[in-house]
C-alpha cells in the first residue's frame, strides 16, 4: 500500500488508495506566527497584569555625588521628583490669629442697665456716635475683602457662632471647639472646661446683638489684614457647673440669669478661606466680681494611736482634737458621704 503526501501551506493531504483525506496541521497553521490573542474580550484586563518597572542604574550609583554634573544632578531630581534644596534655613509660617486685641472697645459704665432717655444713657449714646466714625472705616475696609460683606447678616452668623461655642465646650469637644475659636483664645477655653461638667443652655435674647466696636490691622505685611468686630451681647442663659466629684460649684440649672457680655470676633481677611471666630471676651474694670466657685477638698481621718500605720493628719490637728477653726465668711456645707465637705465663699 503506498501513500502519497501532498504538501499546501494551509492543509495537508495524505492520498491512499485513491481517497483524499484532508486534515488540519499545526505545523502548517500560519496563525501560530501572530502574537495575539484568540479572545479579544479582555485585552485590558490582560494588559494591567505587567507592570512596567525602571530598573536602577547601577553605573550611576558607583559614582560620587561630585562627579554628577549640575544638569545630570537637575534631570535625576527632577525625574524622581525630588525638590531643590535651598541654602537658606528659613521655615515657612503661618499667622491665622493675631495675639490680642487691638483698640479694645471700652463699656460705658452702667450698660444695660441705664435708660437711654436719662442723662447717664444719653451721655453713652454720644460717646457711642463719637467712635462710630473709625468703625464705619474699619466696616469699609472689611468690604475691599469681603464684597458681600452687611452688618446685619454678620450679627446673625455671630450669634450662631456664639451658641455653638458654648454647646460645644459644654460637649468637650476640642477638635470641633477650634472652627468656633481663635488661637488665642482657644487654650484659655480648653482650661476652663478642664475637669468639669458643664450644663449649658441658651434662653433668649434680651436686646438683640449689637455691633459696638470695629479695627483692622495688618501683621508683617500690608497686604496681611485682620479684622475684629465687637458685639454686645444681652441674653439670658442657664449655668451649671460641676466638678470632677460631681459637685456643684457654680451657677444653677433651675435659675436663668441675664447676661451681658462684650465677645470680640476676628477674620483673617487677607484669606479668602477665613471665618468669623471668637478672639476674647472684654470684661470692664467697672464689673463686679462673680461669685467664687465652691471648693471642694478632702478630710483625711485621723487613725487611731492603736493602729500600727503612720497617721498623715498635720500636726496642727493633732494638738486638738477639736476641728480646725473656719473663717466667719465661709459656711461649711457637710457632705452625704462624710469623707469629703464642700465649703462656699460667701
Not at 486638738?320 to 462656699?344: F, H, L, W
Amino acid at each position: 500500500m503506498s501513500f502519497r503526501i501532498l504538501l499546501n501551506p494551509r492543509l495537508l493531504y495524505v492520498v491512499r488508495c485513491g481517497d483524499i483525506l484532508q486534515t488540519n496541521s499545526p505545523l502548517y497553521n500560519s496563525s501560530r506566527f501572530i502574537q495575539k490573542h484568540w479572545d479579544p474580550k479582555y485585552k485590558k484586563l490582560r494588559a494591567a497584569k505587567f507592570i512596567k518597572v525602571d530598573l536602577p542604574n547601577y553605573e550611576d550609583t558607583k559614582k560620587s555625588y561630585d562627579e554628577f554634573t549640575e544638569e545630570e544632578i537637575r534631570t535625576k531630581m527632577k525625574e524622581q521628583g525630588i525638590k531643590p534644596e535651598y541654602p537658606h534655613i528659613e521655615k515657612p509660617m503661618f499667622i491665622s490669629s493675631t495675639g490680642e486685641v487691638f483698640e479694645a472697645y471700652v463699656p460705658p459704665e452702667g450698660d444695660g442697665k441705664v435708660s437711654p432717655i436719662s442723662k447717664e444713657g444719653a451721655k453713652q449714646t454720644w460717646e457711642f456716635v463719637e467712635k462710630k466714625g473709625k468703625s464705619m472705616l474699619a466696616v469699609r475696609k472689611i468690604r475691599n475683602f469681603d464684597e458681600d460683606f452687611e452688618v446685619r447678616d454678620f450679627l446673625n452668623l455671630a450669634q450662631d457662632v456664639y451658641i455653638k461655642a458654648h454647646e460645644t465646650m459644654a460637649n468637650r469637644d476640642k477638635e470641633l471647639l477650634q472652627q468656633y475659636v481663635t488661637e488665642k483664645a482657644y487654650p484659655e477655653a480648653v482650661y476652663n472646661i478642664d475637669r468639669k461638667t458643664i450644663h449649658w443652655k441658651f434662653l433668649q435674647s434680651i436686646e438683640p446683638p449689637r455691633m459696638v466696636h470695629a479695627r483692622t490691622t495688618s501683621i508683617i505685611t500690608k497686604d496681611n489684614v485682620f479684622g475684629q468686630l465687637t458685639v454686645r451681647f444681652h441674653t439670658q442663659q442657664v449655668l451649671a457647673v460641676y466638678d470632677r466629684f460631681g459637685r456643684l460649684i457654680h451657677g444653677s440649672e433651675i435659675l436663668a440669669k441675664d447676661v451681658l457680655e462684650y465677645i470680640v470676633f476676628e477674620k483673617h481677611l487677607s484669606n479668602q478661606y477665613g471665618t468669623w471666630r471668637i478672639h476674647a471676651k472684654i470684661i470692664p474694670d467697672w464689673k463686679p466680681l462673680p461669685e467664687p466657685g465652691r471648693m471642694t477638698y478632702v478630710v483625711e481621718k485621723e487613725q487611731s494611736s492603736d493602729s500600727k500605720g503612720v497617721s498623715t493628719v498635720p500636726d496642727d490637728l493633732k494638738r486638738s482634737k477639736e476641728p480646725p477653726s473656719v473663717p466667719n465668711d465661709i459656711k461649711p456645707v457637710a457632705s452625704p458621704s462624710g469623707t469629703a465637705k464642700t465649703v462656699e465663699f460667701l
